[in-house]
């Protein structure tokens, strides 16, 4: 299987930035996408950003498209996201996630999460 750890939460000021990490292992031939999500307390699970792990090509929710970019190490198996003029609005658990696509056994999987909690 695949195991996914993000890393670079935290608490940050509003208009400041951040960078979240998540890196895979495993069994990680055929990753087709990585990308991120986030929930806050009494929502549920959005959309935040993606990548295609072939072309690079990125997905980028409306939300924050203008502030966020999603990059990736293919190499190490590490997708990034960088958060810049961060709102109180973008406090939230972040959770990478990656889709495997193999004949047998391709699925999605999903980290434990990375808290970010932006204050005044």
């Known amino acids: 299987q695949v195991q996914l750890v993000e890393s670079g939460g935290g608490l940050v000021q509003a208009g400041g930035s951040l960078r979240l990490s998540c890196v895979a292992s495993?069994?990680?031939?055929?990753?087709?996408?990585m990308g991120w999500f986030r929930q806050a307390p009494g929502n549920e699970r959005k959309f935040v950003a993606a990548?295609?792990?072939?072309?690079?090509?990125?997905d980028v929710a409306d939300s924050v498209k203008d502030r966020f970019t999603i990059s990736s190490d293919n190499a190490q198996n590490m997708v990034y996201l960088q958060m810049n003029s961060l709102k109180s609005e973008d406090t939230a658990v972040y959770y990478c996630?990656?889709?495997?696509?193999?004949?047998?056994?391709?699925?999605?999987?999903w980290g434990k999460g990375t808290l970010v909690t932006v204050s005044p």
């Open positions: 996630k990656t889709r495997i696509t193999r004949r047998f056994d391709g699925a999605d999987y």
């Open positions: 990548i295609s792990w072939s072309s690079g090509d990125t």
């Open positions: 495993g069994r990680t031939l055929g990753t087709y996408t």
